[in-house]
């Protein structure tokens, strides 16, 4: 196994693939290098002396200068470099972008539900949502009743060994509490499903719709929109207050600025018109109980990989994501890209320092402006709250490796592939643009997720190196681990390891193309996700200017 990586030739940097010994020196390129010290895994050490104030290069960009000196060979960390990243401007050239031969996946197919208005969903849901957090008690009075009784509700597993736990301090037995065998067998507690093409009721529960800013509630509108339009959303019920900021009519207008032809049920109930919540729930239980019955009429066929739109984030972020799993995804988006379908890259505090990169890599002058315009805007409202995207890598980010701000996007932009940026979206807009597609969140693994959903995904690659369980109540994630023994410690939330890359058993291309296949049996409902076994439905809208 090869020990010490470079991505760049401009690099200053070497990668240890391996715990180095400081007792045996390193061999690269010709070179020898007398370390000064141990280099973890996934860490860097200099291949040049540093003075203070020199640019730290990786990745062929800086990402970050030295505040003390640095020797060659000694470990680069948090105590001798600061985050730095190169200023950006307009588009000035064109990109030329060759497509990726895909000739062997031209006939390729999902079978997904096919929607009025041409979309294609990869699963198929009723959503209850409510407009404003007054109606959580009302939504989860929904929940337990439908899930119960038509049998989408998940095996009481942690319920059942508190059970057996009090039936032995019932009857006495306190001295077998502590010895007590735990089972965990999932499929012998499934319940009898009533509709067999309805995949289960999303509801979504949330704390916005009144006491923030007008802002926070039309993006509350907007991205409960975007759900709705979803094409794995067969039609919804919604509940609302009244008085509240995020109005019915601004809900309506949001629908109708996505898809002003929507052809799919919306129930939606007033409390405050419906006389008592009785009244209310009980009129709301039947109209969605009829949708289910509409909804269950739904069937898989055959669709073209290009109605499939992906979304591509990284959580718990390690040293290798920006070598194993984020290059992976990012030739799988390049095959998506190629084969006709959308890919959505968030995450704009974690673009910072490629940004240009990304500008040139815009179809357009039009594209690459709009980009920088988001960018800027996010930076200013960070420093409105005195924040600055350098602040975005967390304490457990750094002690993988991921030392500065600029070093992390790096690595995180290499989910985007090498596609053109064909189109740069706002939170909470909705994708319809073929190709790459940027579109504007914070690093947060489940805002950022919400929003890509809301935007139209209808999968979402997920990678994590030191391991993350979000999932999405509507749309699968497949979760990708950076390393082989993330994937041994933590097998019930990783769907694929693609440890392979570091240790030279598989390259970047040729997991891209297992991750794809992956992705189009995800989509045909042939596998569930980790996440989806595990019911990890998280959801969380985006307050601007918040997160980072």
């Not at 000196?69 to 307009?90: D, F, I, Q």
């Not at 690459?368 to 975005?392: K, P």
Request: glycine letters at 10%; hydrophobic letters at 35%.
């Amino acid at each position: 196994m090869q020990k010490v990586l470079q991505l760049d030739p401009k690099d200053n940097v070497l990668i240890a693939l391996t715990d180095l010994d400081p007792r045996e020196p390193v061999e690269f390129a010709g070179t020898k290098y007398a370390l000064g010290s141990k280099i973890p895994a996934k860490h860097k050490f200099a291949t040049q002396d540093l003075p203070v104030g020199s640019e730290v290069i990786m990745y062929g960009v800086l990402v970050g200068k030295t505040f003390r000196s640095v020797g060659k060979g000694e470990l680069l960390t948090v105590g001798n470099m600061r985050h730095e990243a190169a200023p950006y401007r307009e588009k000035a050239e064109e990109y030329r972008w060759v497509p990726l031969d895909v000739s062997q996946w031209k006939g390729a197919r999902f079978q997904g539900f096919r929607r009025s208005d041409g979309q294609v969903g990869t699963r198929n849901y009723w959503l209850v949502v409510p407009l404003v957090f007054c109606e959580n008690r009302n939504i989860l009075n929904l929940k337990q009743a439908f899930e119960e009784e038509l049998g989408f509700a998940t095996p009481q597993l942690y319920r059942q060994q508190v059970a057996q736990l009090a039936k032995l301090y019932r009857e006495g037995r306190t001295d077998q509490i502590s010895g007590q065998k735990i089972r965990s067998d999932r499929e012998a507690e499934r319940s009898y499903k009533l509709f067999k093409n309805v995949d289960g009721i999303r509801f979504l529960l949330h704390e916005g719709g009144c006491g923030g800013t007008r802002e926070d509630s039309n993006n509350l509108c907007g991205l409960i929109a975007g759900y709705i339009n979803h094409p794995n959303v067969a039609g919804a019920t919604v509940l609302s207050l009244g008085c509240q900021h995020a109005q019915v009519d601004i809900l309506r207008d949001q629908i109708n600025a996505r898809n002003p032809k929507l052809n799919k049920p919306v129930e939606i109930f007033e409390q405050q018109k419906s006389g008592s919540e009785f009244a209310m729930l009980s009129e709301g239980i039947q109209r969605t109980f009829e949708g289910l019955v509409e909804a269950d009429k739904a069937q898989r066929e055959p669709a073209d990989v290009s109605h499939l739109c992906v979304g591509l984030k990284c959580g718990g972020s390690d040293g290798f994501s920006g070598l194993s799993a984020n290059p992976a995804i990012g030739h799988t988006s390049d095959l998506l890209v190629a084969l006709g379908a959308r890919t959505i890259l968030s995450e704009f505090p974690e673009l910072c320092g490629v940004e240009q990169e990304l500008i040139n890599r815009a179809i357009s002058g039009e594209v690459g402006d709009r980009f920088i315009e988001l960018m800027r805007e996010y930076a200013s409202r960070a420093r409105a709250v005195r924040a600055s995207f350098d602040m975005n890598p967390s304490p457990a980010n750094r002690r993988d490796g991921l030392l500065t701000d600029a070093m992390k996007s790096a690595g995180a932009a290499k989910k985007g592939g090498t596609s053109p940026v064909t189109a740069v979206i706002d939170y909470p807009e909705y994708s319809a643009q073929a190709g790459l597609n940027l579109q504007c969140t914070p690093g947060n693994d489940v805002e950022c997720v919400t929003a890509q959903v809301g935007a139209g995904a209808s999968v979402v690659l997920f990678t994590t190196g030191l391991g993350t369980p979000t999932g999405n109540p509507i749309t699968p994630v497949i979760k990708l681990s950076t390393n082989t023994a993330l994937a041994q410690r933590m097998p019930d939330i990783i769907d694929i390891d693609t440890g392979a890359i570091i240790t030279g058993e598989s390259t970047i291309e040729q997991m891209g193309e297992v991750v794809l296949e992956q992705v189009i049996r995800v989509a045909s409902g042939e596998l569930q996700t980790k996440a989806e076994e595990k019911r990890q439905e998280d959801f969380i809208p985006w307050k601007r200017g918040v997160s980072l």
